[in-house]
C-alpha cells in the first residue's frame, strides 16, 4: 500500500510515506485539531471501499459517518438503480450535486461519495472548500473483482463490466488524482486502508497549518 500526499495548495511538496501501523489517541487527536469543522472526504471508483473504509474511519476518529449514496436515496425516497431506471443519470448528478453540497455544511464527519460525484467540478470545488479529499485507488481488476459481488451499480449492467470500468478509470483517474491525499489499495483487508489512511491525514495536518 502506498500513500501519496499533496500538498494544500502553495504548501509544501508532496510526500510518500510508509505506512505505519500503530493507531493511538494522539494521533488522532492531531487530526481532528487539523481538520476542524471540515469533513474527510473519500473519492473513488465504486468498489474502491469508501463506505466500509469511511464507516470504519468514523470510528477511529469518533466522527459521524455519512454515505451521500444513502442520503440521495433518503432525499429521493427511491433507491439508486431506481432513480437511474425512472429519471435517468442527469437527474441523480443534479441531485447528487445538491445533496453533497448540503452534507458538506455538516462538519466535522466522514463523507463517502459515490464514483461521479468527484467529476463534477462544483462539487470539487466545494469539498476544496470544506473537506480533505482522499482518493482510494484501485485497479480495475481489483475493482472488478469487488464489484462482481453486488449488482446495484447501474453503470455496470453492460456486457463487459471490466472493460466499462477500464473506460471509467480512463476518465476519471485524472480527475480524482487532483484530492489532497491518494491511498492506493490494491487488496486486502479494509483496516488496512484505514490505516494508511489515518497515517496520511496525520502527515498531511503536520505540513498544512490548522484549517488550510
Ligand atoms: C456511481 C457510483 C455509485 C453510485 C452510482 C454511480 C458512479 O456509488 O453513486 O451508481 O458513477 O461511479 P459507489 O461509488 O458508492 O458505488
Known sequence: MTTLISPPVDGP?????????????????AIL?????????????MASGKTSVGRLLGQKLGLPFVDADHEIEVAANMSVPEIFAHRGEANFRSGERRVIARLLQAGPAVLATGGG?????ETRRAIAERGVSVWLKADAATLHRRARRRSN?????????????RKLIDLRYPV?????????SEDGPHEATVEAVLTALHAYFAKAPAGS
Open 117 to 121: 460525484a468527484f467529476m463534477a467540478e
Open 13 to 29: 511538496a508532496p510526500v510518500t510515506g510508509a505506512v505505519e501501523t500503530e493507531a493511538g489517541p494522539q494521533r488522532a487527536e
Open 176 to 184: 480524482y488524482a487532483e484530492a489532497n491525499i491518494v491511498i492506493e
Open 33 to 45: 485539531s487539523g481538520l476542524g469543522d471540515r469533513l474527510v472526504v473519500l473519492v473513488g471508483m
Open 153 to 165: 451499480r447501474p453503470l455496470l449492467q453492460t456486457d463487459d463490466p471490466e472493460g466499462t470500468i
